[in-house]
């Protein structure tokens, strides 16, 4: 397990969370290179059927991260975003995909630095679980 | 106030008795028509059926443990839009259940229904049921509920109640303008009549029912049956856990899954009026069929299954009533009712939300409070 690679896919809000990866990128911080970026403008227009494909088409972990509390630029779709994670955790686990997988972040745009340290973390207790199931086994 | 009267009962017929009590519902001024499960003239058949003629109500039969479809979906259809003149609703507990959610979407409306439920006998499933009934619909009725009734059971012959039935804890109706009883009730004589809404008094004031109390062993009766389905439930509750807690073992669960898509037609509470999976959304390109394929060396088609059913929890397991249509649609005998009715209990839970228990309650997925769910954001430390 050594040289496993997780994958990340992190459904990230065009007016905080991206902006904090494109700051942590100018700034050069430094973050793994595990995180596959989909910029999407509000976390409330991540569907779930997103989030499912993305388990089922082998991805090791979903991220979905928005604006803090209050700061959603559509006023309440991080709120309605949360709702959302919550019901995808109490229905993926039922099937084996573990709740660590999916997580869900308030990143500010000026946070880069939480940016970076969150992506390294993800990975690394990634890492500590192994790949995930759909990666090599069939699901149809 | 709840109230409660009678329906007196003779020869220990119950259909009669029930039929009786329908033609006099239908009488009263406004209600225009009643929605009730009827013996079809042509086949031995008992299927949901609008009636405006008294004399029509001789095929009345909501006791059958006949249960074709979820007519919450039919009383949909009938409610969307005034109708010049109420429909009062005979319908089982589930059906009122699933009826209440779609109002909740807007896709029916109380103002012009009333809804009767009887406490539920269940029913077989529908290939057990053609098994069992004979030539004589009233007579294979009468000796389903003679037996259910006096204990000794719906099995018979080869057939038994569905797993849905056997499941389902909410067999007394919870939300109906009037509920009748059966169970700890000595059916005999008389059936139970109870108002549950201001319309429900009103409508039993207009009936002219002789009054009555509720007899003193109907809770523990209840009660007992209410405990014998719920552990019932909880065994099936964990063999799907058992069966499909992982990736694999849940394809190996929906193996036989041909995309029909079936069972979200049959779902009363599956309320999107295109589904997104029979969309051009999943009619892919050719090309991408094979760039999967090359993934693995080796896709399933039709694709999508796991997704399909994935995404059809996220969607309505909150509002799940656990009718079991769905596995009555299945032409591959997935039971598709077990593993929603279990992912369901878990998001219902989540949400402290139980499917039509009262039309006040808001369908969890569509409000949000500020102040909630700390605990799942963040990555698991401080
Ligand atoms: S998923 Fe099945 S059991 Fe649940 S409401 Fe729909 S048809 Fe009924
Ligand atoms: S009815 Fe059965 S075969 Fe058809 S989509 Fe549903 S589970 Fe699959
Ligand atoms: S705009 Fe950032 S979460 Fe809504």
Request: hydrophobic share 40%; net charge neutral; with cysteine.
């Given at each position: 397990?050594g040289d ?6 992190a ?5 905080c969370?991206?902006?904090?990866a494109?700051l942590a ?6 973050y ?6 989909i ?8 569907d779930?059927?997103y989030?499912?494909k993305?388990?089922?088409e082998?991805t090791?972990?979903?991220?979905v ?5 209050g ?6 779709g ?10 995808l ?8 995909i ?5 997580r869900l972040t ?5 946070d880069?630095?939480m940016?970076a ?10 890492k500590g679980?192994g ?5 090599t086994?069939?699901?149809? | 106030?709840a ?6 009962v003779?020869?220990?017929?119950l ?7 329908f ?8 209600i ?6 009827q ?5 031995n058949?008992v ?6 003629d ?21 009383a ?8 010049g003149g109420?429909?009062?609703?005979v ?5 009122i259940r ?5 109002v909740k979407?807007k896709?029916g ?5 009333l809804l009767?439920?009887i406490d539920?006998l269940?029913a077989y499933?529908?290939?057990?049921y053609f098994?069992?009934?004979g ?8 000796r389903?509920?003679?037996?259910v009734?006096?204990g000794?059971?719906?099995?018979m ?8 039935c056997?499941?389902c804890?909410?067999?007394i109706?919870?939300a109906?303008?009037l509920?009748?009883?059966?169970f700890?009730v000595?059916t ?9 809404t201001?319309?429900?008094e ?7 029912l002789p009054?009555s109390?509720?007899p003193?062993g109907?809770?523990k009766?209840v ?8 552990t019932?439930r909880?065994?099936m509750y964990?063999?799907?856990?058992a069966?499909?807690?992982s990736l694999?073992?849940l394809?190996?669960y929906?193996?036989n899954?041909?995309?029909?898509y079936?069972c979200?037609?049959a779902?009363p509470?599956?309320y999107c009026?295109e589904c997104v999976?029979?969309?051009d959304v ?9 760039r999967?394929?090359?993934k693995k ?6 694709t999508?299954?796991?997704f ?7 969607h309505?397991?909150?509002a ?17 009712m077990?593993?929603?009715r279990?992912?369901s209990?878990?998001?219902?839970e989540a949400?402290?939300?139980q499917?039509g ?5 808001e369908?969890?997925?569509s409000?949000f409070?500020e ?5 799942i954001?963040?990555?698991g430390?401080?």
């Open positions: 397990m496993f690679e997780p994958t990340i896919i459904f990230v809000c065009n007016w969370t991206y902006t904090a494109d990128g100018t700034a050069r911080l430094g793994p290179p595990n995180v596959r970026l910029r999407v403008m509000c976390t409330g227009m991540v779930p059927k989030v499912i993305a388990f089922l082998g090791d972990a979903v991220l991260s928005g604006c803090n509390p700061d959603c630029h559509y006023i309440n991080n709120y309605k975003a949360r709702r959302r994670i919550k019901l955790k109490e229905i993926l686990p039922q099937f084996g573990e709740d660590e997988r999916l308030w990143i500010g745009a000026s880069g630095i940016f340290e969150i992506m390294t973390d993800m990975v690394a207790q990634l679980m790949p995930s199931e759909a990666k086994a069939m699901v149809i | 106030m109230k409660t009267a009678k329906i007196n003779t020869e220990g017929n259909l009669a008795s029930l039929q009786g009590f033609k006099a519902v239908l009488r009263v001024e406004d225009s028509a009643i929605l009730v499960p013996h079809l003239p042509m086949k058949m299927m949901p059926a609008l009636v405006t008294p004399k029509q109500l001789e095929g009345a039969d909501p006791l059958a443990p006949a249960f074709p479809m979820n007519a919450a979906k039919i949909s259809r009938l409610t969307r839009k005034p109708a109420k429909v009062a609703a319908l089982r507990p589930c059906e699933a009826f209440i959610e779609l979407l896709q409306r109380m103002e012009n229904v009767v439920g539920c269940g499933q529908n290939k057990d098994k069992f009934v030539d004589n619909v009233t007579e294979s009725t009468t389903f509920y003679q037996n009734l006096s000794k059971g719906a099995a012959k080869e057939v038994d109640l569905s797993p849905t056997k499941a804890e909410h067999c109706p919870g109906a303008d509920g009748i009883g059966l700890g000595d005999a004589n008389q059936l139970l009549v109870q108002t549950q201001p319309q429900g009103e409508l039993l004031t207009r009936l002219n009054g109390q509720e003193a109907r809770q009766a009660n007992a049956i209410i405990a014998e389905k719920t019932y909880d065994n964990q063999e799907i856990a069966a499909t807690n694999e073992k394809t190996t929906l193996a899954c041909v995309n029909c079936n979200r037609v779902c509470v599956c009026k999976f029979v969309t999943f009619n892919h390109e050719p090309i991408q069929y094979l999967w394929a090359n060396g080796v896709i399933k088609m039709p999508d299954t796991v399909y059913h994935l995404t059809r929890m996220a309505m397991s909150t799940c009533i656990g009718c079991g249509q769905c596995s009555n649609a299945c032409p591959n005998d997935i039971q598709v077990e593993l929603f279990a992912v209990s878990r998001t219902q949400f402290e939300y499917p228990r009262s039309i006040e309650e369908p969890p997925l409000v409070r102040d909630e769910l700390a605990d954001v963040g990555i430390h401080a």
